[in-house]
């Protein structure tokens, strides 16, 4: 049985095929968001935030602690030679998957 809805039916089917396939590279890109951010602190608190050295490690430290560290540094109560600057470069939203991202590794013993 042939209707005049098949042409709409096979356009919407298509249309969410489409968004389908769109939203599934964002989605695997989310995935690693928190990492990826995470990332720009490799160069002095190391990869998983073991840093080596006289810089403070991340690894293992609440959100909770690392984020009001960060807000210290934003508003200036916290003196840094470079951590004010960087702060400001980042949302709250990034900054609490970053954090979240420390505090989820596991501490250098």
Same mark, same amino acid.
């Given at each position: 049985m042939r209707t005049?809805?098949?042409?709409?039916?096979?356009?919407?089917?298509?249309? @969410? @095929?489409?968004l389908v396939a769109?939203?599934?590279?964002a989605a695997a890109q989310d995935a690693n968001l928190a990492r990826n951010l995470a990332a720009t602190c490799a160069n002095c608190h190391g990869t998983t935030g073991n840093a080596l050295g006289d810089m403070k490690?991340?690894?293992? *430290?609440?959100?909770?602690?690392?984020?009001a560290m960060v807000a210290d540094f934003k508003s200036g109560a916290?003196?840094?030679?470079? *951590?004010h600057q960087i702060a400001k470069g980042y949302t709250d939203e990034q900054m609490k998957l970053i954090a979240g991202f420390f505090a989820a590794q596991q501490p250098r013993k």
């Open positions: 005049t809805q098949s042409p709409r039916w096979a356009f919407g089917l298509g249309l @969410a @095929a489409t769109l939203a599934s590279p490690p991340l690894a293992g *430290m609440s959100s909770d602690k690392l984020l916290q003196p840094a030679t470079i *951590m």
